[in-house]
């Protein structure tokens, strides 16, 4: 395969062989603070020069905008991200506002914790609540459109951020949302999403016709924090049940090194299928003009 998606940073590109495969997921672990938002937020803004649109933030952290999202984007791109919040119920009028296409972040995924809190016991075993369940699908009436319009407008990339530490994931809710975004909404079929969401779909057979975009070539950058820090713990983190990391394309760390009498931010990718990847473990920096890799 030649054609690449580019990191943003020419040097991680060389490290990943060329850069990313395009349509696979990379997920990148990482201490808070050590730079995961800033290489997301930089790959989004490439794609404005490589794509002909930048791509899109979903927010999931709940702790309000503490990664800072709207202040890196500001000053480090030039880029005023401003919030989705068109919503498309069934049978209503789809189409976004021209200044919603113009809002590339998404904070409407806001759930934490363990997956028990959001079950109850059923005949059957353990099953969601189904005042949860409703929730949750009255805010895919906001998210998948999000998705949708601004992938049929263009844009090939997206990143998902503010995935917390958690020891096994399997019992979180986090990787249980992601997974349902990541296999409905991001891979799915254009026409289809497109006639799911456009209804009565006679009306907006046009809009869909014209407006199909090859899903395969939607890559997706995953942030995820862990309590680990050091890069060596990183290196050797083993993968736990449900860790999306075991089906992820390309894993990248992100951790810090004591070298002497500094304390060095380091990065290694750890796997990368499909491609020839550098073994080299690479001081970066994250400064005013954000992620630099040596």
Request: glycine share 6%; charged share 25%.
């Given at each position: 395969m030649t054609t690449r998606v580019s990191t943003g940073s020419s040097r991680l590109d060389e490290m990943l062989g060329g850069g990313l495969l395009p349509g696979t997921l990379t997920v990148v672990y990482g201490a808070t603070g050590i730079g995961k938002t800033h290489l997301g937020l930089g790959f989004c803004d490439h794609?404005?020069?490589?794509?002909?649109?930048?791509?899109?933030?979903?927010?999931?952290?709940?702790?309000?905008?503490?990664?800072?999202?709207?202040?890196?984007?500001?000053?480090?791109?030039?880029w005023d991200l401003k919030r989705w919040?068109?919503?498309?119920?069934?049978?209503?009028?789809?189409?976004?506002?021209?200044e919603?296409?113009?809002?590339?972040?998404?904070?409407?995924?806001?759930?934490?914790?363990?997956?028990?809190?959001?079950?109850?016991?059923?005949?059957?075993?353990?099953?969601?609540?189904?005042?949860?369940?409703?929730q949750y699908n009255q805010v895919l009436y906001t998210v998948r459109p999000f998705v949708y319009f601004h992938?049929?407008?263009?844009?090939?990339?997206?990143?998902?951020?503010?995935?917390e530490p958690m020891d096994v994931p399997s019992d979180y809710i986090q990787p249980y949302i992601f997974d349902d975004l990541y296999r409905k909404t991001i891979h799915r079929d254009s026409e289809t999403l497109g006639m799911?969401?456009?209804?009565?779909?006679?009306?907006?057979?046009?809009?869909?016709?014209?407006?199909?975009?090859?899903h395969t070539t939607v890559t997706t950058l995953l942030?995820?924090?862990?309590?680990?820090?050091?890069?060596?713990?990183?290196?050797?983190?083993?993968?736990a049940a449900g860790d999306v990391g075991a089906v992820a394309n390309t894993i990248v760390v992100?951790?810090?090194?004591?070298?002497?009498?500094?304390?060095v931010r380091m990065l290694c990718v750890v796997k990368h299928r499909g491609s020839a990847k550098s073994?080299?473990?690479a001081e970066f920096r994250v400064t005013e003009r954000g992620f630099e890799l040596g």
């Open positions: 794609g404005a020069r490589a794509d002909g649109a930048r791509g899109i933030v979903f927010d999931m952290n709940v702790r309000g905008d503490s990664q800072q999202h709207h202040a890196y984007a500001a000053r480090l791109h030039n919040t068109h919503a498309v119920l069934p049978m209503a009028e789809p189409y976004p506002p021209d919603q296409m113009q809002a590339f972040y998404s904070d409407a995924l806001p759930w934490v914790g363990k997956l028990r809190d959001y079950q109850v016991a059923s005949p059957d075993g353990l099953e969601f609540d189904w005042n949860w369940k409703a992938l049929a407008a263009g844009s090939r990339r997206i990143v998902v951020d503010g995935i799911e969401i456009c209804m009565p779909v006679w009306k907006h057979r046009t809009f869909i016709d014209a407006h199909r975009y090859d942030l995820v924090t862990t309590e680990e820090t050091q890069l060596d713990h990183l290196i050797a983190r083993k993968v992100m951790g810090s090194e004591r070298v002497g009498n500094r304390l073994d080299e473990i």
